[in-house]
């Protein structure tokens, strides 16, 4: 079946400006994550959601940086007033279930590649 | 001090050599993660495991969590094997905490 989905797969953008980033998990997946991974960095968490409660934001690096996922499924996260350090992969991962104590497969999206100038 | 540490950094090996890449966390864990990230960016889960050990093919992974340790062995590495791979933990909220990953290059 098909796979978690993101898009676009490559974003240049200006300093300044909001972008959108895009993510459609596995159907069927009750869990959605956003990680990132900058230039010579490991992954790090930003977001996750686990079905229609509220999301985990203790990732988020700054207020300029909000996700929403609609009806449980596409989630979008958006990145106001870029900065050149904002520069990195964004990747997505969705797993059937998630939660305190829970270990599921997370499967990854292929990520998209944003470079701010 | 980083939660989960991975060792070593960088490896490089020739083809057919038995290769092992080690992790240990200082977090309490629901399962530990083995990921392979290949140039061009795309993330494999290769294992989840909360005890013991599992094999999939050429690799092998355990996890001693009385000692919060891990290792991914490659038996019979092959050049295909070249890439990052990455140990991560299961977090509070089942959000994945990373390791910085292992670079392993297999040279024919």
């Known amino acids: 079946g098909a796979g978690v989905s993101q898009s676009p797969s490559n974003k240049v953008t200006e300093k300044g400006k909001d972008v959108e980033l895009r993510c459609d998990p596995i159907?069927?997946?009750?869990?959605l994550y956003w990680y990132r991974q900058s230039l010579g960095q490991g992954l790090e968490f930003l977001i996750y959601?686990?079905?229609?409660?509220?999301?985990?934001k203790s990732g988020l690096p700054s207020d300029r940086f909000s996700a929403e996922r609609t009806g449980g499924s596409v989630s979008t996260l958006t990145i106001q007033r870029t900065q050149q350090e904002d520069s990195a992969v964004y990747l997505c991962?969705?797993?059937?279930?998630?939660?305190?104590?829970?270990?599921?497969?997370?499967?990854f999206g292929p990520g998209t590649r944003l470079l701010v100038l | 001090k980083n939660e989960v540490e991975q060792s070593p950094q960088n490896l490089t090996a020739q083809e057919g050599e038995f290769i092992t890449i080690n992790c240990s966390y200082s977090v309490g864990i629901s399962a530990l993660h083995w990921l392979q990230q290949h140039p061009g960016g795309g993330i494999v889960s290769l294992f989840m495991?909360?005890?013991g050990k599992k094999k999939h093919g050429r690799l092998i992974a355990t996890i001693n969590i009385q000692e919060k340790h891990s290792s991914l062995h490659i038996t019979a590495s092959h050049p295909r094997d070249s890439a990052v791979y990455i140990c991560?933990?299961?977090?509070?909220?089942?959000?994945?905490?990373f390791g910085k990953g292992t670079k392993l290059s297999v040279k024919p």
């Open positions: 159907s069927g997946h009750t869990a």
């Open positions: 991962a969705s797993s059937l279930v998630a939660g305190a104590g829970v270990a599921e497969t997370q499967y």
């Open positions: 495991l909360s005890s």
């Open positions: 959601f686990q079905g229609n409660s509220a999301p985990d």
């Open positions: 991560a933990v299961g977090g509070s909220q089942g959000n994945l905490i």
